[in-house]
Structures are given as C-alpha cells and as structure tokens.
C-alpha cells in the first residue's frame, strides 16, 4: 500500500491555485471575520447542554466548552471525535467494541453522557462518531447534569447539534478534501426559502449531504460513510413555527482495527514498528451501522413572557459485529488471535419532550422557569454469539484468514434477549436574579425507569427467562453565580447524580442489575469566566470535585459474590482561553488536570478479591492539554500550528501496564481564492509519533501516523 500518495497531490493541487489566482481584495466584512477567529471560548451565546433556560456560559454555574460551526471548520475537524478532542479536559477514541469511547473528569464510557440533539440514547455503543459536516455545534458540560439529561452523566454530558433549516433566503455551501490513504470527503449543503419571492416565505428547507472513504492507516482496513441531514422549517403563524428533521448515517468498515498486540515482558507499552500497520483481524470482518433520526419540533410562543416546545422524535439503527478481536505475542513470538465475535444491535428508541419556559416575577425578583415532562421507550435486541476458537500465526507472513472458516460463530445470528426500557421524567429548572449582580439557579429532575429484559438463550439462575426491575432516580443542582463586573463572573455549584447499576440498560444482563440499587454522585464546582484587556481575551477557570460511590464491586472476602461498595473520587481543575497576542496573531489554549483513584473497590483475580484502592481508573489520563496558534499574514493568507498533549494511562486496574504519553503537532496553510472559496492544506501528527489513543489488556489501539490533506471549502 502506498501510503503517502496524497502528498505529491497536495503539492500539485495548490500550486495551480497559486498559479491561476492571483491575491484577491476582500471586503471589509471578510477581513473582520478572519480577525474575529472562531474560539472554544464564547462566553455570551446561549447554550443547549448547561441549563434549560437558554442561559450563556457566563450565566451557567458550570464549566462549559462550546465548539460552533467555525470552530469545527476553522480546526478541520472530519468526525464529532476530533471536534470533542479539541475541547477541555478531553480524550476519545473510537475502538469498534468501544463506539465513541470518551474519558473526562475521571469518568469513562456510558459515566459521561453523550446526546444528539439534547436526546439521551442511553447506550456508548450507539455514539460512534459522526462526520463533522452535519454538525452545527457540539457542546460540553463538565460534572453531573443528570437533572438535565436523565440517569448517569457523572462526568459529564456532551450534546452533538445537527444542521437545521434556517430563515436565511439561501446558503450553498460545499467541500471537496483529500489526503493520504485515500481519505476523502465530499460534501454540500444548501439552505433554501420555499417562495418566489423569500420575503414572503413561510417553509425554509435545508439539505445537508457527506461521503468520506478511507483505505484506513491500517493494512485491509477500508471504511465509507454516508451522513444526510433534511429538515423544514415552517412558520404557521406569527408565534407558532415547526420543524420536521429527518437524519440518515452509514458507517461501513471493512477488517476493523481493533488494536496492535504489545510486546511482552514490558510495565510500559510497546508495540513492534516494524509491524505497525499490521492487521490482525479476518479478512472478511465487518462493523457496520445504519442509524435513522426522526424529530418533529414544534415551537409556540405563548405571550412575550411564555414559550411552549414539544419534541417528538424516533431513533432506529442496526449496529453489525463479525471480528476475531483478541491478539498477544506468544512465547515463539508469534501472535495468538483468539476471540471471535458476531453481534447484531437492532435498538429503537421512541420519545416525546415538553418543555415549558416562563418568565416573571418571584418575590419582587426577576426569575425564568423551564418545566417539563419527558418519555421515552427503548427497545433493543442483542444477537451476541462468541467463541473460543483461537490460532498461532507468523506475524511477517500469514493469511488472515475468513470469519465463516471459525466454528462455533459462522452458524449466523441467534436473538439472545430483548430489552425495554421505559422511562418518564418530570424536571424543573429555575434563575432567580437575588441582586444586580447575584444569581441562583436550581434544577430538580425525577425519574421512573423500567427495564424489562427477555432471554431467548439457555435459561439459568443468573439468566432467568424474564426479569424486570425499576428504579426512581432524583438529582439535582444549585448554584449562585455573581458579577464582579460586566465583564467577569465567579460561581460556585453543587450537583448530584444518579447512575445505572450496569452504566446502561440498553445491553445489561441480570448479573449487572440483579438487585442493585442506583449509584450516586455529587460534585462541588467553583470557577470564574472573564474577558481581559479591552476583550482581547476571554478565560475560564474551574475547581471541581466528584464523587462517585455505590457501584458494583467484588466482595472483599468472597470473589464470587458482587456488592455495591465502590467509591471513587475525582479531583481536578480545567482551564482554557484565548488571546488576540496582535491584530494578526491569536492564540487559543485549554488544560486540565484530574487526579482519578478508587477510594474503595475490589476485583476477583484467579478466584481471590484483590483490593485496588488507590488506584486509578483504566484509560484516564492525569493532564490534557490543547494549544493552537494562528497568524493570518493578509485577508488572502493565514497559516496556523496546533499541539495537544495526553497524559499516560493505564489498561488494567491493577495500573501494573501502562500507555505512554504523547504529543502530536499539526500545521495548515490556508489561502482565499475569494470570498466565496478558500483551499486548506494540512498535516496532523507532523512528528509521526506512535501513539495509542486507548489502551486494555495486552493491546494498544494506536493512533493515525502523519497525515497530509488538502480541502476546498466554497460559500454562496
């Protein structure tokens, strides 16, 4: 395979724009928006994932990371994955068996929410990434929000918007990008009013269209994706408007990586690279996703002081497993691959949201109320069917061989169980402004849940053909925030919240149930948001600790039975901002550091509980950290760096293997041809530094080695 083939066409592709174009003249308009870069830092722009109340991240008492359309465009951002790596504190990666992995404030996987679109789909493995192009803004707030969002979120909730109509008359946009190992994208978008004549429009359309291939980094490793996004939006009358969306993805992957074995013998993981690009996996293995979205939004505007909206929405998708996935070195040298697994996921999820928003008067003081109720059913059935088939092959010559040829998972899918999980929630939110300057803000949220899962396997005393279970999750946040001046503000918070006893329902058996209560947490938060020097600069700063406690762990004096006993807590700070350094020059920055240990939790290793107290949790790095510099030389000319910085993490709980640290450099050039068109030529990971992005067990899921690319972006 050729690896580097998109670089003589980076180079050719730029120089006839370079030669046919010669520098154009901009208008003051464009000249003003390159200088007002885009910034993870916004601090006066309502937000979705912090409150209900249509709040700014100055108003919210929480850490808030905002990336909006041109941040993700300005950044190059492919996928949600590179658009939530950007942000503070921070780290995801994308392993088949993991969907969107994501480690933050200690906590991983289903600990830290991800939505779409403010919808809780309750399952990680319905969070693999999305192509960036139909995303409008994705959001993050740090800690707790189960009293927003529902069950779980300890860590945290991130909220994926998508592209919809807006009034606009008409927006054509497109993007053409490619770069090496075929990697490439094709894209448009057009924003469209219904009329002949638009000032008279009453129904705006939206279409929003990506491909992206890749023959992947990885040797056999191919994946094609498809994302479209339609939506209507029509005004019915002055005060009462809908929106009808509609969303389809495809993700196909042929041979997936599922992570490179490590050398033995070895505290420090290391892998051989000579055998970096080397694909253990079947030659006919899959992982395959169709996902469709369906919301109708209808938006009423009561009076000046009173809105109603309803959201209506239904999720359908079909997730397709066929893998060999376990790979070590053996004594000979030689890699023993062994774990053969076929899975289908067919999981729908059908809800209804009302949300009421007031403002008025409370005790001669100005406050905003937001009302809801919220109801959901989930229903998924699991076809799981593994095996434990393993084999020996020469790591410089072999056949990968076919997943049909493995016995025991090439007889097809069997349904193992069917899940239901219905849940209805009551929540309530409310801003009192006490003073000028000081302001509470309280949110309460109930809910029911009820899970029903059948067996269609072989029925046992920890697998009974049927069982039900319901829980009754209540949490909470209040917090003060205060004005120092209009320009600065300080908070303090406290959160709690409540988590699943499996971390999801979606797949739980009755071993992660049986009869275990919900887990708790609770986070004390303090920070400050300001701007500085005549708003050349804007920064926050946060302070925060989470506990985590009641989850399962084994019995301290018998392996074999589990308990709920486990504690965890997390102490970290986030800080992040950005600096207008010269009217050319801006630079944008965002740390964290987090010190993750369990206070209390065991595990069973060879029929004994081993106590792991101290310890810290697999996959969580201590320090994060981004930095971008941008210097634009004329209207026409601007060029940029970037770096970020992981932290080494550990793969078993017993933190004896661990994943070293990294850093990865990247740079862009970019030129506007006018002000319609700009052509972006990019590398990432400019060192070509090997790196894993996830550790666990004996394998190393290693990141993309150094990439070139080259994109047109167009603007009508």
């Not at 992947?216 to 005004?235: K, M």
Request: proline content about 4%; glycine content about 8%.
């Amino acid at each position: 395979m050729i690896r580097n083939t998109s670089l003589v066409l980076l180079a050719s592709t730029c120089t006839v724009a370079w030669a046919d174009h010669s520098p154009v003249e901009l208008s003051a308009t464009t000249i003003d928006a390159e200088r007002a870069a885009p910034s993870g830092v916004q601090l006066d722009e309502p937000i979705r994932t912090g409150s209900k109340l249509g709040l700014t991240a100055r108003q919210t008492p929480a850490s808030v990371s905002v990336s909006d359309r041109r941040v993700i465009e300005e950044r190059g951002a492919k996928d949600t994955q590179d658009v939530i790596n950007a942000m503070t504190g921070v780290n995801a990666s994308a392993n088949p068996g993991y969907g969107g992995f994501v480690a933050y404030r200690g906590f991983t996987q289903n600990q830290v929410t991800q939505l779409y679109n403010g919808i809780n789909l309750g399952y990680s493995s319905a969070t693999r990434p999305v192509d960036a192009w139909v995303i409008d803004r994705v959001e993050l707030i740090g800690g707790p929000s189960s009293f927003l969002h529902g069950a779980g979120a300890v860590g945290g909730s991130i909220n994926y918007i998508t592209k919809l109509a807006s009034r606009d008359e008409q927006i054509i946009d497109g993007r053409i990008r490619y770069g090496s190992f075929d990697d490439s994208e094709v894209a448009f978008g057009i924003n469209q009013a219904l009329a002949s004549n638009p000032a008279d429009a009453h129904h705006f359309l939206r279409l929003d269209f990506s491909r992206g291939h890749s023959n992947g980094y990885i040797d056999r490793n191919e994946r094609d994706t498809d994302s479209l996004a339609i939506s209507l939006l029509s005004d019915l009358n002055p005060n009462l408007t809908h929106t009808l969306a509609f969303e389809y993805q495809q993700d196909k992957e042929r041979s997936p990586y599922w992570g490179s074995p490590i050398l033995p013998g070895r505290s420090t993981m290391k892998i051989d690279n000579s055998r970096r690009f080397e694909n253990y996996n079947v030659a006919d293995g899959r992982y395959e996703q169709r996902v469709r979205w369906l919301r109708s939004i209808l938006d009423y505007q009561i009076s000046d002081s009173t809105s109603v909206q309803n959201t209506l929405y239904h999720y359908d998708a079909q997730r397709d497993y066929r893998n060999l996935e376990r790979y070590s070195y053996n004594a000979d040298g030689n890699v023993l691959r062994s774990s053969p697994y076929l899975q289908r996921h067919e999981q729908t999820v059908l809800g209804d949201r009302i949300e009421l928003r007031h403002d008025n008067s409370l005790f001669g003081l100005a406050s905003q109320w937001a009302v809801g109720l919220d109801y959901s059913r989930m229903r998924q059935d699991l076809y799981p069917t593994s095996g434990s088939w393993s084999d020996v092959v020469d790591p410089d010559h072999f056949d990968p061989g076919s997943f049909e040829d493995i016995p025991g998972v090439n007889a097809g899918l069997t349904k193992q169980r069917h899940h239901q999980v219905t849940n209805r929630a009551l929540f309530a939110e409310n801003r009192l402004q006490l003073t000028d300057r000081l302001a509470l803000l309280t949110g309460l949220r109930y809910d029911y849940l009820d899970m029903q899962v059948t067996n269609y396997g072989a029925v046992t005393p920890t697998s009974p053909a049927y069982f039900e279970r319901r829980w009754e999750p209540l949490s909470g946040r209040i917090g003060l925030t205060y004005e120092l001046t209009p320009s600065a503000s300080v908070y303090v918070q406290y959160s709690t919240a409540a988590d699943l006893p499996a971390g999801s329902l979606a797949g739980a058996t009755y071993s992660n149930v049986g009869l275990f209560d919900l887990s708790k947490g609770e986070q004390w938060e303090a920070g400050s948001k300001f701007d500085f020097l005549d708003g050349r600069g804007a920064a926050t700063v946060a302070l925060y600790q989470i506990v985590r406690k009641d989850f399962a762990v084994r019995d301290s004096s018998n392996p074999n039975l589990t308990v709920q006993a486990g504690q965890q807590t997390s102490r970290g700070i986030e800080l992040s901002g950005r600096f207008q350094v010269t009217p050319k020059l801006l630079a944008e920055a965002n740390y964290a550091y987090v010190d993750a240990q369990y206070d209390e939790f065991n595990e069973a290793v060879n029929g004994v509980s081993v106590s792991r107290k101290g310890n810290a949790p697999v996959n969580v790095p201590a320090n994060v950290a981004n930095l971008w510099l941008t210097y634009s030389f004329s209207p026409a000319w601007s060029a940029g760096v970037d770096g970020r910085y992981v932290d080494s993490v550990y793969a078993d709980n017993a933190n004896t293997l661990k994943a070293p640290a990294y850093t990865l450099f990247g740079a862009f050039a970019r030129y506007r041809l006018d002000e319609h068109t700009a052509i972006t030529a990019r590398v990432r990971n400019l060192t070509d530094e090997v790196y894993a992005k996830q550790a666990y067990g004996l394998q190393y899921y290693m990141g993309a080695p150094r990439t070139f690319e080259v994109a047109m972006d167009m603007r009508f």
